[in-house]
């Protein structure tokens, strides 16, 4: 059974820094994209940042030039380089990937359980 487990987030101050990880793990065949989501209290599930196996990235407006997004794709793992926060980036971060379980020929989106990120003014 295939999992993605997050952590590193916590609470910090405006223009502090965190650094998100999320290991995948399991019967997994292959990754392509990976990527991260946010959603704040009362509001829709956003898009962060996105990455392909080759490393090519994406990300939402209000994070560009602030978060940058990475992998190893030897640890399965995706990071997210978060810097000078504010309180707006206060959510639950979701880490996202798209996993061919071993065995099979199609891939599917595998979700984390979240991690919550604090930004205090």
């Known amino acids: 059974q295939v999992r993605l487990v997050e952590s590193g987030g916590g609470l910090v101050q405006a223009g502090g820094s965190l650094r998100l990880s999320c290991a995948a793990s399991g019967s997994i065949g292959s990754i392509n994209a990976m990527g991260w989501y946010r959603q704040a209290p009362g509001a829709q599930r956003e898009l962060v940042a996105t990455?392909?196996?080759?490393?090519?990235?994406n990300y939402g407006d209000s994070v560009k030039g602030r978060f940058t997004i990475s992998r190893d794709n030897a640890k399965n793992t995706v990071y997210l380089q978060m810097n000078s926060l504010k309180p707006e980036d206060t959510a639950v971060y979701y880490c996202?990937?798209?996993?061919?379980?071993?065995?099979?020929?199609?891939?599917?989106?595998?979700w984390g359980q979240g991690t919550q990120v604090t930004v205090s003014s």
């Open positions: 990455i392909t196996r080759g490393g090519s990235t």
């Open positions: 996202n990937a798209n996993i061919r379980d071993s065995g099979r020929a199609i891939y599917f989106p595998y």
